[in-house]
Structures are given as C-alpha cells and as structure tokens.
Nanobody
Framework: QVQLVESGGGLVQAGGSLRLSCTAS????????TGWFRQAPGKERDFVAA????????YYADSVKGRFTISRDNAKKTVYLQMNSLKPEDTAVYYC?????????????????WGQGTQVTVSS
C-alpha cells in the first residue's frame, strides 16, 4: 500500500514559480512510476507530467512543456514538479498519482494510488 501526500501549493502571481512535492509512505516505492494531474474548477482532471521509476523517462502535456519539470529523489520517496512561468490558466488542484509499473503512464485509469491534492492559484 502506498500513500501519497502533496505539498507546496499556494498563491503566486503570473510569471512566478512554485515547486510541488509528492512524498510516498509505505514499505515499498520501488518500481513505481509517478504522475501529476490537475483539475481546474468545473473541468475534468487532466494529465500534466509523468516520470518513470528510474527518472530517465518523462512525459509532459503540451500546455506545460518548457515551463514545468518533473523529477524524483527515490531515496526520499519524493517526486517534484517545478513550475515556472506560471499562468492564470495553471490554476487548479494538483494531484500526485503512482502505480507500480516500469512503463510511464499518462492516463488517470492507469494509476492505482492518488494523493489528496494541493491547490495552486495563479493571479493575473
């Protein structure tokens, strides 16, 4: 069983930066791919970024490419999402998800474990 806790959300002005963290608890985190999704008010939850267990494979949504960077520190059981050049349209609840797979997933249904989410608000 893996439990995920997100942190690092908050209020930031457009053009600013935030770094989200997703820390896993549980006896095993090895071989778990991890992804970030987000859900804006009144909209469906969308894929943002994902990273393989080894960290050598990453995927990004087109809307965040070049601005967001996903990374991980397996010794700390933590995955990060560095968000730069934030825009008001990035405002959403950001969720961390994990699944025991060596394949990097981009679809919600492919993830077994989810965090509770952290709010990111970007003001114009």
């Amino acid at each position: 069983q893996v439990q995920l806790v997100e942190s690092g959300g908050g209020l930031v002005q457009a053009g600013g930066s935030l770094r989200l963290s997703c820390t896993a608890s549980g006896p095993i985190f090895r071989n778990y791919g991890t992804g970030w999704f987000r859900q804006a008010p009144g909209k469906e939850r969308d894929f943002v970024a994902a990273i393989s267990w080894t960290g050598d494979t990453t995927y990004y949504a087109d809307s965040v490419k070049g601005r967001f960077t996903i990374s991980r520190d397996n010794a700390k059981k933590t995955v990060y999402l560095q968000m730069n050049s934030l825009k008001p349209e990035d405002t959403a609840v950001y969720y961390c998800a994990a699944d025991r797979s060596l394949v990097v997933h981009t679809q919600q249904y492919e993830y077994s474990y989810w965090g509770q989410g952290t709010q990111v608000t970007v003001s114009s």
